[in-house]
T-cell receptor, first 115, second 116 residues
Framework: GQQLNQSPQSMFIQEGEDVSMNCTSS?????WLWYKQDPGEGPVLLIA?????ELTSNGRLTAQFGITRKDSFLNISASIPSDVGIYFC???????????????FGTGTRLTIIP | GAVVSQHPSRVICKSGTSVKIECRSL??????MFWYRQFPKKSLMLMAT?????????EQGVEKDKFLINHASLTLSTLTVTSAHPEDSSFYIC????????????FGSGTQLSVL
């Protein structure tokens, strides 16, 4: 099935650094979601974006829904050890089908913090 | 936020046996549940959409006779991997939705299936 293109694939940073990752698609999505997954666990929702151009924050996390509706980015400021994990973007297309619409996932960004 | 419980978290079985995985919405009624499969270091791939009271909708390439889905109530969906083989070993994750506008999907904690 289709996947969203997510970059970078992996990041190695030092604690305290800021992180930026993005997600792009060749087609439009009407909802963008960002999830974090720890090893052996299911994804946990970080931020949900519902409107083109929307900029939303959740603590040290900030995400934006691109104006073209074909991209989104996630920023993490002042990274801490518990930020380690895999981050996935996900998109939904059909607004009229509300929450029954399936998600298309990005390829993931693996974040590692170097001691 | 909404809680989705998935059980078991880990299962090891012999080749040829069937394995059932449960997905429950604990504090809301889920009209729709989704089942995903994830291989190591890969993204989540949707297998099927489970609708309460009706047949599941399977994604292209997913064998419906191999992966049986039952969504008998608004709080429970089950995925049964029938006659499991080593290539079925994977991480299986469910998610649930109430079907309301701007509803966010919440995920279970996943089931690691290992077929010997």
């Amino acid at each position: 099935g289709q996947q969203l293109n997510q970059s970078p694939q992996s990041m190695f940073i030092q604690e305290g650094e800021d992180v930026s990752m993005n997600c792009t698609s060749s087609s439009i999505f009407n909802t963008w979601l960002w999830y974090k997954q720890d090893p052996g666990e299911g994804p946990v929702l970080l931020i949900a974006l519902y409107k083109a151009g929307e900029l939303t924050s959740n603590g040290r996390l900030t995400a934006q829904f691109g104006i073209t509706r074909k991209d989104s980015f996630l920023n993490i400021s002042a990274s801490i050890p518990s930020d380690v994990g895999i981050y996935f973007c996900a998109g939904q297309r059909d607004l009229s089908n509300f929450g029954n619409e399936k998600l298309t996932f990005g390829t993931g960004t693996r974040l590692t913090i170097i001691p | 936020g909404a809680v989705v419980s998935q059980h078991p978290s880990r299962v090891i079985c012999k080749s040829g046996t069937s394995v059932k995985i449960e997905c429950r919405s604990l504090d809301f009624q889920a009209t729709t549940m989704f089942w995903y499969r994830q291989f190591p270091k890969k993204s989540l791939m949707l297998m099927a959409t489970s609708n309460e009271g009706s047949k599941a909708t399977y994604e292209q390439g997913v064998e419906k006779d191999k992966f049986l889905i039952n969504h008998a109530s608004l709080t429970l969906s089950t995925l049964t991997v029938t006659s499991a083989h080593p290539e079925d070993s994977s991480f299986y994750i469910c998610s649930a939705s109430t079907g309301e506008a701007n509803e966010k999907l919440f995920f279970g904690s996943g089931t690691q299936l290992s077929v010997l």
